[in-house]
């Protein structure tokens, strides 16, 4: 749980800072998280995009165990409730850019996977959901 919790921090480092700060990225993603942050960060530079606030976790909790890999459990998947109402996506000139009827509620379900010594967010998809 640790390990999400720290994954969430890093991606509102990297929202604030328009995804020019990603240099915690690479300890806390790996496989297609990586990419895919890598990726979201691209994307707020080229639009000049940043975010104000941050994402708040209301709830996380593990979803499911994986199976143990040599006795020991390497894959955890945790979902969380996230909410957003307090964040907001702006311009380089501090217009809001966030859609109308942008949910604010996210339920996100992640997996979390012990890498080279420690837990990174392996993969993930979050969906607008009242939780």
């Known amino acids: 749980m640790d390990a999400y919790k720290r994954y969430r921090a890093v991606i509102d480092t990297l929202t ?11 300890a806390v993603t790996t496989g297609l998280e990586l990419v895919a942050t890598n990726n979201q960060a691209d994307t707020y530079k080229g639009r000049k995009i940043h975010s104000i ?3 708040q976790v209301v709830w996380a909790r593990p979803s499911k165990i994986g199976p143990p890999t040599d006795g020991v459990v390497v894959t955890v998947s945790v979902q969380a409730c996230l909410d957003t109402s307090k964040t907001q996506a702006v311009d380089a000139a501090g217009k ?5 009827g942008t949910p ?7 997996e979390v996977k012990f890498v080279d010594g420690s ?4 993969n993930g998809r979050s969906q607008g959901a009242k939780c």
Do not use: I, M, Q, Y
């Open 104 to 110: 604010t509620r996210w339920l996100d379900n992640r």
């Open 16 to 26: 604030r800072s328009g995804g020019a700060d990603v240099r915690d990225v690479p």
């Open 53 to 55: 606030g941050s994402t």
């Open 119 to 122: 837990w990174k967010v392996a």
């Open 96 to 100: 809001n850019v966030r859609p109308p």
